[in-house]
């Protein structure tokens, strides 16, 4: 089955304490993204990346890395914590020449920071 | 900012009746898609509509977009309790970056 999966999907954690959120797809798109999602806010994108080894800041990427070392992993990384990261967080996959048309989305992930 | 606006935020319906959802945005744009989003879950792709359409159908949705307003709106008819989601319309903006930009949604609730 054609989809993105995203762990863990809940997670409470402390401030400061290092975390990664693993992304992963199987339909071999070039493209994926993170984004958070907040009330009132709607979805905004943190990170994306169009290929392997290329990414670039989204809307709002302080507090967070990624990285992209093969085609079908994007994981989120947290080095530190802070409470006003406690968000849903939502990887995105898309061909490249549909980044613009259709995005696949995961689950989600709530992580709440204490 | 590229962020538009979706009202309402929240509507509550009757089954049967139908739902109407509106967007507004300020730049312009290629194509406009709605996504729906069950209760803290992932978003789902449901229809796309280009900047030189003026009117699209899939099953029960129908979509409508009026670039010289600006506007764009989703009617879900004969709505079900099952379509009970917040939709969210995003927008593929006339160069710039290679992305979408979201709406914050309108909550909808259908009530059996």
């Known amino acids: 089955e054609a989809q993105v999966t995203q762990n863990p999907r809940y997670l409470i954690t402390v401030t400061g304490k290092k975390l990664t959120v693993t992304c992963s797809q199987n339909?071999?798109?070039?493209?994926m993204s993170w984004y958070r999602q907040d009330p009132g806010l709607g979805l905004r994108q943190i990170y994306y990346s169009m290929n392997v080894e290329v990414t670039d800041k989204g809307d709002v990427p302080e507090g967070y890395k990624v990285s992209r070392k093969e085609k079908r992993n994007f994981p989120l990384i947290l080095e530190s914590p802070s409470p006003n990261q406690t968000s849903l967080y939502f990887c995105a996959s898309s061909f490249l020449a549909d980044i613009k048309e259709t995005q696949y989305f995961g689950p989600g992930t709530r992580l709440l920071v204490l | 900012s590229q962020q538009g606006e979706e009202d309402p935020q929240a509507l509550s319906i009757q089954e049967g009746e139908n739902a109407t959802m509106n967007c507004s945005y300020k730049t312009s744009i290629n194509n406009l898609q709605w996504y729906r989003q069950n209760s803290g879950r992932g978003l789902v792709h449901l229809i796309l509509?280009?900047?030189?359409?003026r009117e699209k159908h899939s099953g029960r949705l129908r979509v409508t977009l009026d670039t010289s307003k600006k506007s764009s709106s989703l009617l879900i008819t004969a709505s079900r309790a099952a379509d009970t989601a917040s939709y969210f319309c995003?927008?593929?903006?006339?160069?710039?970056?290679?992305?979408?930009?979201f709406g914050k949604g309108t909550k909808l609730t259908v009530n059996p």
């Open positions: 995003a927008r593929a903006h006339r160069g710039g970056s290679e992305k979408l930009v």
């Open positions: 339909m071999n798109h070039e493209y």
């Open positions: 509509i280009r900047s030189n359409e």
